[in-house]
């Protein structure tokens, strides 16, 4: 309880600091400051200008965006992920493995791109699974829940994907060697690409869009009608992994409606979606 009591109000310390101190260097205005950008841009340039900016999951959209971010994290995760970070690096496995797969002798450059690379790849076939298991599924419905989208459905999620994706990718992050600064550009690039996929935006990416997932095929991830049993376009930042195992989706014209097909109980509370998928099928 003690040690609870020292990392809640040592994390607390740490988000009043980054909140009173902006600068870039900085979770909370990384978040701020691309929102901001990124919301700028669906109010000048809007792909579908039909959508209404004052949606009806507007205000809770943004709430989950700072819940999953900031509080959760509060709330307990951050200590009990960084006892379990700590007892992981000191295990003599972690050890003698870090010796033979670290990547801290490659140039800085080539450690971004490879920890981006192997954090991207996994969280693709995480979120393949989270499609496929039945209760894994009820978590992400969550995600799916948004019937319009913009840039902050990118964090609307289910507490526990905090977990599910955080753990394996912490594990691998400190096995093969990463330091915090490296770490942050990825978390940051990342948190760009979430958002400009979600947004209703529509941006010239080319040929890049068979490396980056675009906001186009994100929304037929979204689809309530999609043309496969499990569902089209697992990319988080890039798309590469669609196309190599052919579960890219592309077509001219964007899906009729997005949300849950089949799921009218689906609640609107935050409250009531949090233990969602505990409930009866
Ligand atoms: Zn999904
Ligand atoms: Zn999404």
Known sequence: MQYYIQHFTAGWQSLLQQITHPGWGNFFWLLVTASVIVFALELLFPWRRQQRVNRPELGQDIFYMFFNMFLFPLLGYATLSAALANSFEQSSFVQSLRGIISIRALPAYVQI??????RDFLQWNIHVILHRVPFLWKLHEVH?????????V????????NIIYRVPEYSVF????????????IYAVSLAIGHLNHANL??????????????????????????????????????L?????RTAYNPAQPPDAIGL???PRFPKKFLRQLIWPFGPR
Do not use: C, Q
């Open 113 to 118: 791109i490879l920890l981006f690379l192997v």
């Open 174 to 185: 400190l096995l093969i060697g990463s330091n915090v600064a490296d770490v942050f550009i």
């Open 202 to 239: 529509r941006l010239p990416w080319g040929f890049l869009k068979y490396l980056f997932n675009t906001s186009e095929l994100h929304l037929w991830h979204h689809a309530k009608k999609v043309p496969s049993r499990f569902g089209v376009n697992y990319a988080i930042s890039l798309s």
């Open 144 to 152: 799916h829940s948004s019937e319009t989208m913009s840039f902050p």
């Open 241 to 245: 992994w669609d196309w190599i195992f």
């Open 261 to 263: 097909a089949d799921e």
């Open 154 to 161: 990118h964090l609307r999620y289910h507490w526990a994907e």
